[in-house]
């Protein structure tokens, strides 16, 4: 597995992919890998000849008073993880090798990046907008996977994709859960014992409106009351948002019936999770 630092020498790599006539998957991640980001590699070498993983805490995407300094980096255990995953390469960045001194371009998606995570987190968006170009016309990847738990990432991306016409297309993965229900991120291991426990509310609200939705019930007002009085029961747990959108323009929806995302996300202790559920 190669583990490379540079553009220049990952650009090199890449072409040699290229030019022995195989394809390549990317998963971009900013690592503190777990079993979802391995279901990524995993779909990855289904796909493609070839799999390249990043692993980068990309700046931009945090706000002045998020976790950026605090998000966890376990570099020398992911590359482990994924050298035993059979990766092909993998790319650690530098933010300078990303961002060079002076640069000023942003890739901004206007209108979904002002939504869902993007209204709590201004800039948030056009952080994850702007790197995930970079990745792309660094290594040209034919397919690139990305998991539905960050669904709204997912809605800003296939926006980009499809205006700046980038030739990739994007794969996307279930959210991969612990046995309790519990979505995977790489900021789990913040949570304490009784944080964990609590942060369970959250997919039990999307598993509450999912039984709605099974029984027949289609209003979003009526599903949204449903998803609140369960998270109401742990009131140490701070709801960001719970809405029902279009999972393309997370625009808000009245009903249900043509399929739509249910997304949470809350501030369980000092750590914000997220999840979602399609419908």
């Not at 997912?154 to 993965?173: E, G, H, N, S, T």
Request: proline letters at 5%; a negative charge.
């Amino acid at each position: 597995m190669l583990v490379l630092k540079t553009i220049a020498e990952t650009r090199s790599a890449c072409a040699l992919i290229r030019a022995a006539g195989k394809t390549l998957g990317l998963v971009p991640t900013m690592g503190a890998l777990h079993s979802g980001h391995l279901s990524l590699v995993g779909a990855a070498q289904a796909s493609c000849d070839a799999v390249a993983v990043t692993i980068f805490v990309n700046p931009t995407q945090f706000g002045p008073k998020e976790d950026f300094a605090s998000y966890p980096r376990t570099l020398e255990q992911d590359c482990q993880t994924l050298e035993a995953a059979g990766v092909d390469l993998v790319f650690t960045p530098s933010v300078e090798e990303m961002y060079p001194s002076g640069a000023s371009t942003f890739v901004e998606v206007a209108g979904l990046s002002e939504r869902l995570d993007g209204a709590s987190r201004p800039g948030h968006f056009r952080g994850v907008a702007t790197v995930v170009a970079k990745l792309f016309n660094i290594f040209l990847p034919d397919h690139a996977f990305f998991g539905q738990k960050d669904a709204a990432q997912v809605a800003v991306l296939r926006k980009m994709v499809r205006d700046l016409r980038f030739a990739v297309q994007l794969d996307v993965c279930p959210t991969v859960r612990e046995p309790d229900g519990l979505a995977l991120s790489s900021r789990n291991r913040n949570l304490s014992g009784e944080e964990r426990r609590q942060a369970l509310v959250l997919s039990r609200a999307l598993q509450a409106v999912e039984k709605q939705v099974r029984g027949g019930k289609q209003d979003s007002v009526a599903l949204l009351a449903e998803a609140l009085r369960i998270l109401q029961e742990e009131p140490a747990v701070q709801v960001d948002y719970c809405r029902i959108v279009d999972p393309d323009t997370l625009e808000d929806v009245p009903d249900v019936r043509h399929g739509a995302l249910v997304a949470v996300a809350a501030r369980v202790g000092t750590t914000r999770l997220i999840d979602n559920l399609l419908v």
